[in-house]
Structures are given as structure tokens and as C-alpha cells.
T-cell receptor, first 113, second 117 residues
């Protein structure tokens, strides 16, 4: 089955700097890649997603890039703010079914003011 | 719009005891999921319902875990008997998407944190 690896497990940046989180997946059939943000004690919430027919998607300070050949995708956060501090999870879905979705282990991002 | 509701938020039990968690999805969401999130790990799917039918329960430890979704709305997840390794946050999620291969956003509840002593 699908295996998703996420790096780094922890990331600390200064406010205003950029943050990059990378994920790799094993199944070349995966075609849907969402990113979820989970603040401490809160529920995971979708922040951005990308499908395999595009290479990049941007939403204000957040962008996701996908390299299907290398089977990896990345989350980019620019001009980080303290409220960006959270755990970020990537996921990959094979054949577009949510029951095939596999989550990475998460990255704890800390933005220092 | 009301979100996914879960209860209880916290539960502490001793090993070999039983526990049940309840989930009420967003109104109109046909698909409901139970995930197990062990500390430091990503959510792991336990079971997926489409209305009141099971779509996937391949990762549900059926010797001790059971789940049902009567009437295609609320759902309960039960663990009996609990083991130490069951300590985790149990997340319920729902989505509007009705059928594969289209995926959609998962709306998660706040989760039920289980501690097994």
C-alpha cells in the first residue's frame, strides 16, 4: 500500500522567514495530495491541496509543489507568522479514494516572534 | 454551520475495560471516518462508512474494535477490551463526497483522547 514519509519532524523559524516541509510517497498511482494543519489541542483542518494534473498551487502565503516523477510534494509557507505554529500533515490518496489516503507523521512548526 | 461533534473529549480507563466514542457528522455528509492518532504520528484510518454501510475496515482490529453507523448519521466506535497501546486520540471526520474516485475535504472533529492505564 501507499507509504508517506514527511520531513522534517520539527522545524523552527524566525517570524518572517519561509518554511518548507517535504513529503514523499511510494505509489505512483496517487493523484490527490492534501495538507492539514493541526493547532495544539485542535482538530486537523485542510489548508491546501493539489491534484496530480498540476505542478503547483498557491493560496496567499501558502503554496504546494508536486513532482510526480520524483514522487514528492512540498508545502511552502512564506512570511511566517506566530499563528502559523502548528503540526502540519501531508497525505496522499491512491485512486482518488479517501479510504486510500495515508497521512505523514507530521511536522511541528514553531515560528518564533 | 455546526462542525463534527465528538464525545467524550477525554477518557481514562484501565486495560481490559471497555470504552465507547460517539460522533455526529456535519449534516448532509454521507461519508464518515474514524481515525486513530497515536502521539507523534499522523492519523490512521480505522473505518470508513458511506451512509450506514462500511466501505473500508481493513485496518480496524476487529478482535477488539467495533463501529456502527445506524440510520446513516451518528456513529459509535467501541473498544473492548482495551489495551495499553490503544492510548491515542480517536478522530471522527466526515466529507460531502459521495463516491470515488473524487476526493474531497475531510472535516474533523476535536477528537476523543483515550488513556489506557
Amino acid at each position: 500500500g501507499e507509504n508517506v514519509e514527511q520531513h522534517p519532524s520539527t522545524l523552527s523559524v524566525q517570524e518572517g522567514d519561509s518554511a518548507v516541509i517535504k513529503c514523499t510517497y511510494s505509489d505512483s498511482a496517487s493523484n490527490y495530495f492534501p495538507w492539514y494543519k493541526q493547532e495544539l489541542g485542535k482538530r486537523p483542518q485542510l489548508i491546501i491541496d493539489i491534484r496530480s494534473n498540476v505542478g503547483e498551487k498557491k493560496d496567499q502565503r501558502i503554496a504546494v509543489t508536486l513532482n510526480k516523477t520524483a514522487k514528492h510534494f512540498s508545502l511552502h509557507i512564506t512570511e511566517t507568522q506566530p499563528e502559523d505554529s502548528a503540526v502540519y500533515f501531508c497525505a496522499a490518496s491512491v485512486r482518488g479514494n479517501n479510504n486510500d489516503m495515508r497521512f505523514g507523521a507530521g511536522t511541528r512548526l514553531t515560528v518564533k516572534p | 454551520e455546526a462542525g463534527v461533534a465528538q464525545s467524550p473529549r477525554y477518557k481514562i480507563i484501565e486495560k481490559r475495560q471497555s470504552v465507547a466514542f460517539w460522533c455526529n457528522p456535519i449534516s448532509g455528509h454521507a461519508t464518515l471516518y474514524w481515525y486513530q492518532q497515536i502521539l507523534g504520528q499522523g492519523p490512521k484510518l480505522l473505518i470508513q462508512f458511506q451512509n450506514n454501510g462500511v466501505v473500508d475496515d481493513s485496518q480496524l482490529p476487529k478482535d477488539r474494535f467495533s463501529a456502527e453507523r445506524l440510520k446513516g448519521v451518528d456513529s459509535t466506535l467501541k473498544i473492548q477490551p482495551a489495551k495499553l497501546e490503544d492510548s491515542a486520540v480517536y478522530l471522527c471526520a466526515s466529507s460531502l463526497v459521495r463516491a470515488a474516485p473524487i476526493t474531497g475535504e475531510l472535516f474533523f472533529g476535536e477528537g476523543s483522547r483515550l488513556t489506557v492505564l
